[in-house]
């Protein structure tokens, strides 16, 4: 079978560091990349050893013979390249979020009606998240009655660091709900099913950041967010995403998740990247190594382990990836549609942490 020829839109460090390796690994054949600075664009193609470069998508889509398109670019962009690949009848991976509002999104969700498709929850690739989720559905803590998840990067820990595209809202609407936002809403819909509504709180900690030409610019979007859910059968889900987290050569990002059952819990935290813990009443606590994970001679605890991790779930997420553009359906890959999904509890949320009120989504 010849090789899975995809066109790559963005070049960011996720491209760089997770998405293109990950796809090559997997035997897909990187052909063309497109970036909306041109001389950037061909800069970055020579880094990742693609052999065309271009500055409009529609220009790569004509030019290049392409079996899917990989979106990694920044949010303003997805509905343009969206569009473009939709017209081509092209399958489609496109990173989170999907879009800025609930609006775009479902145009989006039009636009591609009978395409493969795949949205970037990179946390359905956990290996760890992947055991919590089969032991909650084979019982192991009872019927769930509470989640809690956390996530926080360091992006924006740097009150110093300079103003930039993610201080945007006409990139990220809501800040860093937007950004880590569709993580969290994700996890808890693929392990507790769907949101019906929404109350939160929201706040931005540095308020103006430094611009390269010396000036002072506002930041309009948030930094902390704090969510409560409403699911089926009575069950909440609590979530907190911050990119304040404090800076240090290990945790650059940080994810924690419990599940609350009638009979225990189980719980995951980044920091401990292989194992979950699984606590039942009266019984000992345990913890179950996370399913068909090898972490080689890594060190437990350390970075390197944590990149194991990672790299682990970058393969397993490119296999499936390209295994949708192939036509094929492997269970629980996330799809556009999921994105918008989101969205919708996204933008509920930005509501209640205005109005300081419950909002359905």
Known sequence: MSATRVGLFGHGWWARRYLAPALSGAGAELVALCGRDGA????????????????????????????????????????????????????????????????????MVTACAGLPTVAGFTQRWNPAIRTARRLLAEGAVGRLRHMRYSTASALSADATAPWDWRYDTGEYAYGVLSDLGPHAIDVVRWLGGEITEVTATAHTVVTERPTPDGRVKRVDNWDECSLTVQLADEVRASLFVSRMLPVSPYRRFHHQLEIVGTAGTLAYDSDRPVEVALSNPGGRASTVRADGLDTGDAEPGSFEELMAVMDAGAAAQARDMLAVFGGRTPGDVPTLADGHTGQLVLDAAARSATTQTWVRC
């Open 40 to 107: 950037r664009a061909a800069k970055a193609a020579v880094e990742f050893g693609v052999p065309r470069s271009f500055d409009r998508i529609e220009a790569m889509i004509e030019a290049v013979e392409l079996d899917a398109l990989v979106i990694a670019s920044p949010p303003s962009s997805h509905t343009e390249a969206i569009r473009a690949a939709a017209a081509a009848r092209l399958p489609i991976f496109c990173e989170k979020p999907l879009g800025r509002t609930a609006q775009e999104t479902a145009a």
